[in-house]
């Protein structure tokens, strides 16, 4: 019994151990790529928390595995606190510095991640590759020491409500999918063309622009003043500020075809740092 224990403590410090490998080399190869390709973490927080978490199974495999005197052992967790402990340290210094605005979609799949200088105010979009890396795409200007909301409007669609330098309301979508089949851009305001209808929410589609009509009160956008963000969204401006964001549902299929009738359903979204749902609409008909 007590041979087979000690099996299995030997099993579990070896998986320890390579655990810590794993967490060592995915370091070494973090500062490789971070150097050679200007990628990042998609959360700074992470290189720090890995450290940690290297730390840790490796000093709790060395006292599985290796049988050591106390002092030894003192030793060692002397030196592995003191290290969890700088690192810690210095993770909450560098979220100080670089605020770190990271969320993870609903089906887990994308992650939308901005670092914000908290001094400055100076904000900047990171697109995700493979989960935990992300490379900087698009500068986007905060008013320092503001809130920003952040809503997923979809599983691949993440919209951002913030207050800009000059302290007018914007919104930036940062958008993971497509409608159609992958191949080719298209155009958010055309592929909706039509009417779309929930309860006391109206969206106009035409060839002159978007009308937004909520509780009996109705907003002309021309197309001039609508901003499209990847082929999933637009944001409609009014006195250079966001106004409404719409966007094209999961369900929504984007046909090649222009005999084919829409499919699917569009995605209201209301400018403001209020609390507010999305609004889902269905087509009625087809302009």
């Not at 290796?66 to 979220?95: C, D, E, G, M, P």
């Amino acid at each position: 019994m007590k041979q087979k224990r000690n099996k299995l403590m030997k099993l579990v410090g070896w998986i320890f151990f390579l655990f810590a490998l794993a967490f060592f080399c995915l370091q070494m190869g973090y500062l490789f790529v971070h150097s050679r390709y200007q990628v990042e973490y998609i959360d700074n927080r992470l290189f720090y928390i890995i450290n940690i978490f290297c730390v840790l199974c490796l000093i709790v495999a060395i006292f599985i595995l290796l049988t050591l005197t106390k002092k030894i052992r003192i030793a060692l967790s002397s030196v592995a606190l003191l290290f969890i402990i700088v690192n810690t340290w210095l993770l909450i210094k560098s979220n100080q510095q670089i605020k770190n605005i990271t969320s993870i979609s609903p089906d887990w799949v994308q992650v939308f991640s901005i670092k914000e200088d908290v001094a400055s105010g100076e904000a900047m979009y990171y697109r995700s590759y493979y989960g935990i890396l992300g490379r900087a795409k698009e500068r986007l200007s905060f008013y320092p020491q503001e809130e920003v909301k952040l809503e997923w409007l979809a599983n691949d669609i993440a919209a951002v409500t913030y207050k800009a330098e000059d302290q007018t309301l914007q919104q930036f979508i940062a958008t993971y999918g497509d409608r159609g089949s992958g191949r080719s851009y298209y155009y958010v305001g055309a592929e909706m063309h039509g009417s779309w209808q929930a309860d006391d929410s109206k969206v106009i589609s035409d060839t002159e622009g978007i009308s937004i009509i909520e509780n009996g009160k109705t907003e002309w956008f021309p197309w001039d003043n609508i901003v499209q963000f990847g082929t999933l969204a637009v944001v409609l401006m009014k006195n250079s500020e966001a106004a409404w964001t719409i966007a094209l549902d999961e369900n929504f299929e984007v046909h090649s075809e222009a005999l084919v009738p829409t499919t699917g359903n569009i995605i209201l979204y209301k400018a403001t740092m209020e609390q507010t749902d999305p609004i889902v609409l269905r087509c009625e008909d087809e302009y």
